[in-house]
């Protein structure tokens, strides 16, 4: 079978590649070429940047897919450009939605696939849902058979699940380690599901050519449901040290950061506890056997064999102690005000790294950083 990866060596993607592989099948991934070690020497690389439509059309030109599995299509457009390319080029078009399309559930409520995929709320839950409509009336155009795939909060040897934490996820590890604060959001009361990548590729390997599958939605995600806190206590028993934890309201965190504004009142600021009963009437195989507290030290496990990855983003760091210590002040909580500083921190700082996190501690020099990138 060829199988065609748009993207494919992300957190997602990558566990999704390694089975596709140890299955037999004959993998392709379209990418810019910027991260491609470790994949297996049997992977065929398609070198181009997918937003440049002719030059992807001429790479791929004479190769018919069994199926496309399309990671990067965030809005209608740029699914669209792709569409384009693959219509009637491939036998089964899977698209990586997203599980925050549903409308807020109530704790105990379980999200099927019927629950309403309404949660406008959002930008990127929004633009999910665009793209969702967009292949709907694409098969009516055009008749390519399509699978949308809802996946949730998902984790692997290279991410630690979380809400307020830097892309660069290492960051929140080191903080514990240091005896910094981490946010708990809400008490952590909200109910969570999160699901290891390796679960998450059989559910959708599995599906691969099923008809039935075809101009369905899935959510694939573990059937363990805990609470934030309860997550945030297997991080620490992961690490072997308990966390400082600043307790904070989420409007509180909007105010002071609001990009945070969508991930904590449409994601995992709201409960989340999936049925997967449709994904495994396909998939009879999946069966999201992984539980949290096992997976996140296999994640710890990792970055401690692989110090190199171990990359802590100061600039984001400093933002965090702004926030925690306005908070503090603001409700005249008594705190050891050394660890809101870069006294805390054990390892040694470059200059680069002291810089980045005074720029993020201080609000005019964050403020007028962004704006010269923006003219830059």
Known sequence: MKVLFIGGT??????????????????????RGNNNKNLGKSVKFIIV???????VKEKVKGIYFDVVIDFLS??????KSKLQIFNNNCKQYIFISSATVYRKTKKGEKITEETEANNFDWDYSL???KCENELKENYKRNGQNYTIIRPYVTYSERRIPYAIISSKNWTLANRILNNKPIVLWDAGKATCTLTQTKDFAVGIVGVFLKEKAYG????????????WKEATEYIEEALGT?????????????EIMPEYKGVLKSDKGIDREFDNSKIKSIVPEFNAQIKFQDGIKETIKFY????????????????????????????????NKRILTIKAYKEKLTFRNKVQYYIGKNIVLYKMISIIRKWV
């Open 10 to 31: 992300g957190i997602l993607s990558t566990d999704i590649v390694k089975l596709c592989i140890k299955r037999g099948h004959e993998v392709y991934i379209i990418n």
């Open 216 to 227: 369905q939605a899935f959510h694939i995600t573990s059937d363990y449901t805990l609470t």
């Open 242 to 254: 308990k966390a400082n934890i600043a307790e904070i309201p989420s409007d509180y965190i909007i």
């Open 304 to 335: 401690n064999e692989n110090p190199s990855k171990q990359i802590i983003d100061y600039l984001w760091d400093g933002r965090i102690d702004r926030l925690i210590k306005k908070y503090y002040i603001r409700n005249k909580i008594i705190y």
């Open 74 to 79: 965030y809005t209608e457009t740029q699914l």
């Open 49 to 55: 940047d997918i937003n440049k439509s002719e030059e």
């Open 127 to 129: 633009d999910k849902i």
